[in-house]
């Protein structure tokens, strides 16, 4: 397996502007993350889905984001419209629900977002 | 809550040195406890895992131990590389009432030849 893809790996964009960040999670897993890495937050849990659907989205910081699955291979993050302060590594990643042993999460290699 | 508390960084260790990351969690339940390591430019890698108390995790020379008593997963390696430079991530998550993993804040260690 390929294991879970981000796309685009670098995105710069302008201040107002609208941002979509992609991810396909490895096959067959049936949760999915969204996270954003900051040197001030850290890592930071924006939303998880499970089986498509939104489980918990108390991490998404404003209305300018939002998050969708629509099929079990393809998520998106999307910022509009975005700010300075959303420039950050937005890391996808997913993860297996079959008992103990599989409990792990697989990250993507990340997108760079920079907001100018 | 649960959380996940590991000492801060940066960490600085000449090559060869015996390294020790601490981490201690606060859970309910029975949760996995992971290490993960991030490498500049890269997305986490999962380094090791323990499942159920007193298990060892252990890969490249690294191992911790999940001590339920102290609700701690320290991590450590003997004899440290170079290239063992990166960001250190102590992490759980459980199969019951949620399945986020939570990190903690990370560690850095630099490693010098």
């Known amino acids: 397996d390929a294991g879970v893809i981000q796309s685009p790996r670098h995105e710069v964009t302008e201040m107002g502007q609208e941002v979509t960040l992609r991810c396909k999670p490895i096959?067959?897993?049936?949760?999915l993350f969204w996270y954003r890495q900051t040197m001030m937050r850290g890592l930071e849990l924006l939303i998880y889905?499970?089986?498509?659907?939104?489980?918990?989205d108390s991490g998404m910081p404003e209305d300018r984001f939002s998050a969708k699955m629509p099929n079990a291979s393809f998520s998106t993050l999307k910022i509009q419209p975005s700010e300075p302060r959303d420039s950050a590594v937005y890391f996808c990643?997913?993860?297996?629900?079959?008992?103990?042993?599989?409990?792990?999460?697989?990250f993507g290699q990340g997108t760079r977002l920079t907001v100018v | 809550g649960n959380s996940v508390t590991q000492m801060e960084g940066p960490v600085t260790l000449s090559e060869e040195a015996f390294l020790t990351i601490n981490c201690t969690y606060t859970?309910?339940?029975?949760?996995?406890l992971f290490w993960y390591v991030q490498y500049p430019g890269e997305g986490l890698q999962l380094l090791l895992k323990?499942?159920?108390?007193?298990d060892k995790g252990s890969n490249k020379g690294f191992e911790a131990t999940y001590r339920k008593e102290t609700t701690s997963f320290h991590l450590e390696k003997g004899s440290v590389q170079v290239s063992d430079s990166a960001v250190y991530f102590c992490?759980?998550?459980?199969?019951?009432?949620?399945?986020?993993?939570?990190f903690g804040a990370g560690t850095r260690l630099f490693v010098k030849a």
């Open positions: 992490a759980l998550s459980r199969n019951t009432g949620g399945f986020k993993t939570i």
């Open positions: 889905f499970n089986n498509n659907v939104p489980i918990d």
């Open positions: 990643a997913s993860r297996l629900r079959a008992g103990p042993v599989n409990t792990e999460a697989f």
């Open positions: 859970a309910t339940g029975y949760p996995s």
């Open positions: 323990a499942t159920k108390a007193d």
């Open positions: 096959s067959g897993h049936d949760y």
